[in-house]
């Protein structure tokens, strides 16, 4: 019987261990980190995830705000006032909520960030500082994966590991944690050939390419490991009866949301695996933590603090 790798023990063990830091630095200091989320324009769902992290920052004794900037600035002012916030002693942590609006060149933006302030791990510096293994602030996603399964006992050395999923947000940074892990990884896309034979020879198989349930039985080797990073808002009635069949608590969040979240694994496929991350409640909840504990590093690399 496969078991659930649930994401929100390990979370709230995090956000323990961050709040109690917080609280000695601030008993011994008089400081806390800072972190502020800009919210570019109107999107519903980035506004709800921005507010989840101001408050899971704030119950952590972490001071974050919310800024907010109409669509109509420029790239150029966005620009500006993220260099005015990197030259501001009192800013440890600065995270571009995205999507930006389509007008923005998001690479541009996301390089006008201080690498030491990018709690989000995002910056080309970033980056390659987890290419070369050398310590620096992480991408959120694929970090908390890895912490997850450290958590569940999983053995990654040496294991061979195949992500279907190739953004700058989890698939290729998390490619590179595996790999400074010892794992062997595969990185699949919309044009690898012969897809689910490549995915089926996976130890641990990584679903991240936001296609709700794409992942069949045949794309999961007997006794895998199964991570789905999918988040996917489905309100097709029809397509959630075909994915999930007649399950009354899928039927209850459509009739009172008007729609339920479903990962980029089939429900029948993750019958096949060992462990399985569940959608929601997997991953997810990992993903506020690691920023959090990002921030709080921010905060004690620009100290000096051990």
Known sequence: MPQAMEGKTLAEKIKAEVKREVDRI???LGEVPRLIGILVGENKSSEIYLRTKERTAQSLGIISKILRLPESISQEELIARLQSLNDSPEIDG??????????????????????????DGFHPLNL????????????????GIIELLKFYGVTIE??????????????????AMFINENAT??????????LSKVASRADILVAAMGRPAYIQSDFVKEGAIVVDVGINYVSDAALI?????????RRQ??????YTIVGDVHPQAREKSSLFTPVPGGVGPLTVAMLMRNTLLAFKRRRHLS
Request: neutral net charge.
């Open 241 to 249: 009866e075909k994915i999930f069949g007649d399950d009354p608590k």
């Open 185 to 194: 990884v595969t990185i699949c896309h919309s044009r690898t050939k012969d």
């Open 26 to 28: 601030k008993q011994e």
């Open 128 to 143: 390659g500082r987890l290419l070369m293994n050398e310590i620096g602030l992480r991408p959120c996603t694929p970090a």
């Open 158 to 175: 040496g294991q061979e590991v195949v992500i279907i999923g190739r953004s700058l947000i989890v698939g290729k940074p998390l490619a």
């Open 253 to 258: 969040d459509w009739q009172e949301k008007g």
């Open 94 to 119: 600065i995270l571009v909520q995205l999507p930006l609006p389509s007008k923005f060149q998001t690479n541009q933006v996301i390089e006008a960030i201080s690498p030491e302030k990018d709690v």
